[in-house]
């Protein structure tokens, strides 16, 4: 059962998609999403990674709505977003042996998500890659993006490392300690998401 900070850092993400504030996401939400950090990443239209991303998302999607979409009106609300993470995700990452315990689709969009930020093809994130993507995702409070990244870049090295932001991730979907720096993936969840 997620707790109350647990449901927070959700409902954070959720707002990431539900820009309109609607109270609900569609897969339009999504891929507008998709698109803008497609848009940051350089990948050409027809590149097979753009491709990846862009089905990595779509699966995750369909089974989000499969899942949660109780109503079948083709939409996911907040509540069902939550209940679709406390019996998808977390249970499953709790019981899983996998490590990690991620269902694979959000494993590999975690994974393309991580590509599409490395702008640089360099194998980190630099803290203008981490800008971008930021701002993709409605994220664009300059203060807030600063102390985030360097909330996760734990080492100070001034780079997050596909091993870093894997962790971070997991531990952003499965964890529930409020001071863990994965809290700052998607800005301070104590703060307001938008202006």
Do not use: C
């Amino acid at each position: 059962m997620l707790s109350d900070f647990q449901r927070r850092k959700l409902t954070r993400r959720f707002h990431t998609y539900d820009r309109a504030r609607k109270g609900t996401i569609r897969w339009d939400d999504i891929e507008q999403v998709l698109n803008q950090i497609l848009d940051m990443s350089g990948w050409s239209m027809n590149a097979p990674e753009r491709q990846t991303f862009l089905l990595q998302g779509r699966t995750g999607w369909q089974l989000l709505a499969a899942a949660a979409d109780v109503d079948a009106n083709g939409e996911v609300d907040l509540e069902e977003w939550l209940t679709f993470y406390d019996e998808h995700v977390l249970s499953r990452g709790v019981e899983s042996d996998v490590p990690g315990g991620l269902p694979d689709w959000l494993d590999g969009l975690i994974e393309m998500s991580f590509a599409a930020m490395d702008t640089d093809g360099d194998g980190v994130i630099s803290f203008d890659e981490y800008q971008r993507y930021q701002r993709a995702h409605g994220i664009d409070n300059y203060d807030m993006i600063e102390q985030g990244f360097d909330a996760i870049d734990s080492n100070g090295d001034g780079h997050i490392s596909v091993a870093e932001w894997r962790d971070l991730s997991i531990d952003f979907y499965l964890g529930d300690d409020p001071k863990a720096a994965s809290t700052w993936l998607w800005g301070d969840i104590y703060r307001g998401l938008f202006k």
